[in-house]
């Protein structure tokens, strides 16, 4: 699949109508299905980036993730369909010592292995210096032609790309976004008319995103709910997992426990406790995230806890 094809088709996502709640309108842009592993956000926050990596056939693509990473499975599989190599700097010294035994129960590296990626692991500490890594800076020094994506995918790029997520879509008062590095929601707020409100889901604890969000934009149409990360990132109870069940159960729409199913758990309770006024029309936007699922259920099943239904 050329570049062309993949990254410059028009990609109007479905915009499916949830329902009506409390005489609030609720509707999901489904990004999910633009593609299995290159999905919402991902594809957006991509396409620019590699479009312009591309632009150097000798580009390698060097990104930044942990273990169970939709960005790290991502840029694997949107690099193997452009015919760019990638490199993962991945969290995690220890998943280094033996990489069969690593590939064999994380289907996620197994699958950024599959697709071609090569791996440099780096210990808790050191990932935290990101492009100062001693084996990265070297690396880097060495190839001119590297080209670096940060970790989640954010920088300029990747706004540019969340922006077009809202082309078409202007009869909406709120807007909802799941937040991790905060890219997404600062290229929805970018792409948003004046009078619309965007809210952020943090997926983290912490009050540190707000500075993160306004990096990226200047504008004031956008606010930050932090009560809904359930204990931090890739946290969760028995409580939001039956959401996500009853969820998928009550819509056929899948969820992922890191990022939408927090959203859509703190939609759903905003709209109970009258947050909304009436006839407010509500977009969330589905970000995919889905390819975790297999890897959280994993580690559910180890501690004898619920499961995630898949469809």
Not at 52 to 73: C, P, R
Not at 162 to 186: M, P, R
Request: with cysteine; glycine share 10%; hydrophobic share 35%.
């Amino acid at each position: 699949m050329s570049s062309i094809s993949f990254f410059e088709k028009n990609y109007d996502s479905a915009t499916e109508h949830i329902g009506t709640l409390n005489e609030i309108d609720l509707y999901i842009k489904r990004e999910d299905l633009i593609h299995p592993i290159v999905s919402g956000n991902k594809f957006r926050k991509l396409k620019y980036n590699l479009l312009e990596a591309q632009k150097d056939k000798n580009s390698k693509v060097l990104t930044f993730g942990g273990a169970f990473s939709n960005h790290i499975a991502a840029t694997a599989e949107a690099c193997h369909i452009l015919g760019l190599e990638s490199i993962g700097v991945i969290r995690g010294e220890e998943l280094g010592q033996n990489l069969e035994k690593t590939l064999s129960s994380n289907s996620t590296l197994a699958f950024a292995h599959q697709k071609g990626m090569q791996f440099i692991f780096a210990s808790r500490s050191d990932f935290r210096l990101k492009e100062d890594i001693p084996i990265v800076k070297s690396l880097i020094e060495k190839n001119a032609s590297i080209f670096i994506i940060p970790e989640g995918g954010t920088n300029s790029l990747a706004i540019k790309g969340c922006q077009e997520i809202l082309e078409k879509h202007n009869n909406f008062d709120v807007v909802c976004s799941s937040v991790g590095t905060g890219g997404t929601i600062a290229g929805l707020i970018e792409g948003a008319q004046n009078n619309q409100h965007c809210i952020g889901f943090s997926a983290l604890k912490g009050d540190f995103l707000e500075k993160e969000i306004s990096k990226w934009t200047q504008k004031n149409n956008w606010s930050l709910q932090t009560d809904y990360h359930f204990g931090g990132y890739a946290k969760l109870n028995s409580e939001l997992i039956h959401f996500i069940n009853a969820f998928q159960r009550d819509y056929n729409i899948p969820l992922d426990p890191i990022y939408t199913g927090k959203m859509f758990y703190g939609i759903f309770d905003m709209i109970r406790s009258g947050f909304f006024t009436k006839n407010t029309r509500i977009l969330a936007i589905h970000t995919g995230g889905l390819q975790g699922v297999e890897g959280m259920n994993r580690s559910l099943e180890q501690k004898g806890l619920q499961t995630i239904n898949r469809l």
